[in-house]
C-alpha cells in the first residue's frame, strides 16, 4: 500500500461545491413564457398569468391576447401549480407564468373599478353572462341584494322570484373572475352575504378591506330595514349607497320593502336604484 493510500481520502474542496450549487438556483419566473416566445409559439395558443398583490391578498390572474380569462385569490388555492390545473379544466388553455400584466389590470384591481375591463366568459349562456355582467357594475364599497342583480341582467321574469334569485346564487359560485367579478357585493334579500364562490371568512375579508360595515348593516337589519330613507330629501337607497352614508342617525328611516318606502312618499334612489316593484 503507497503512502498515499494510509493518508486517506482527499479533503473536499467546499469552494467549488460552493459555485456549483449557484448553478441550482431557480430560473426567471417567466421562463417558459420566454422560452414559447423565441421558438415563435403564439400567444393564441395559450393563457399568460401572473399573481398580484390586493388589498385581500395574492391574486393569480390569466389572461388571453385579448382578455381576462380567470382570477383567484392565491389564498383559495395551494400553489400556482393548482391554479394552473384548475385553469385548464375550466377553459382548456394551458396557463404560463409571466411578470407582465394584462393591460388595465393593476388599476381595476388597485380603484376596484374593474368593469370595463375585457373578461372571457366562454362557458356561460346569456343568462348566466348577464347575470355576471350585472354584478361588475356594482360600486366598490357597496352591497346590492340577488333581486337587483336579477333586474339588471334582464331575468327577473325568466321564473318566479325564489327560482330567479336561486338562479343568481347558482351563477355566482361559478364566478370565474374573483374580485373583477365582485360576487363579495352581492347578498340575499335580507342583507345575508351571498358568498357562493368562496368561503364565509374570505368573504368577509374582501368586504372588510372595501371598507363594508356589516354590523352596521346587521342592526339596521334589526330595526327591520334593508332600505334606507332620508326624511329630509324623501329618498330611500341600499343602505350602502354613497347617499345613505351621509344621511346623519337623526334623519335616517328604515324601510323593509321598497313599497313600504314608496307608501310613505319616498322616492328610490337613482344613484344606487333599488328595487322598485
Known amino acids: 500500500m503507497s503512502q498515499n493510500d494510509d493518508a486517506g481520502p482527499a479533503p473536499r474542496d467546499h ?44 391574486l393569480y390572474a390569466a389572461y388571453s391576447p385579448t382578455a381576462v380569462t380567470g382570477s383567484v385569490l392565491e389564498s383559495m388555492v395551494v400553489s400556482p401549480e393548482m391554479f394552473e390545473e384548475t385553469h385548464w379544466q375550466r377553459t382548456g388553455r394551458t396557463a404560463i407564468r409571466s411578470t407582465m400584466p394584462f393591460p388595465g389590470l393593476r388599476p381595476a384591481l388597485r380603484t376596484g373599478r374593474a368593469k370595463s375591463l375585457p373578461v372571457d366568459l366562454t362557458g356561460f349562456d346569456a343568462h348566466e353572462r348577464a347575470v355576471l355582467e350585472a354584478v361588475r357594475t356594482v360600486p366598490k364599497g357597496q ?31 361559478r364566478n370565474p373572475l374573483t374580485l373583477l367579478i365582485p360576487c363579495h357585493r352581492v347578498t340575499y334579500e335580507d342583507g345575508t352575504p351571498c358568498d357562493g364562490a368562496y368561503t364565509a371568512a374570505t368573504g368577509r375579508a374582501l368586504r372588510s378591506a372595501e371598507g363594508i360595515d356589516m354590523l352596521r348593516l346587521a342592526e339596521l337589519s334589526r330595526r327591520g330595514g334593508v332600505l334606507l330613507g332620508s326624511d329630509t330629501t324623501y329618498i330611500y337607497c341600499h343602505p350602502t349607497c354613497a347617499h345613505a352614508r351621509r344621511i346623519t342617525p337623526p334623519h335616517q328611516r328604515p324601510f323593509r320593502t321598497a313599497e313600504e318606502a314608496r307608501g310613505a312618499g319616498y322616492r328610490a334612489c337613482r344613484s344606487c336604484r333599488p328595487v322598485s316593484v
Open 15 to 58: 469552494s467549488l461545491e460552493g459555485a456549483l450549487s449557484g448553478l441550482t438556483s431557480p430560473g426567471p419566473v417567466d421562463l417558459a413564457l420566454r422560452i414559447l416566445r423565441h421558438v415563435g409559439i403564439s400567444h393564441e395558443q395559450y393563457d399568460a398569468y401572473v399573481l398580484l398583490d390586493t388589498d385581500a391578498g395574492g
Open 143 to 173: 352591497l346590492r341584494p340577488v333581486g337587483w342583480i336579477a333586474r339588471e341582467a334582464d331575468v327577473a321574469d325568466l321564473a318566479d322570484v325564489a327560482e330567479v334569485n336561486g338562479f343568481v346564487a347558482r351563477t355566482l359560485a
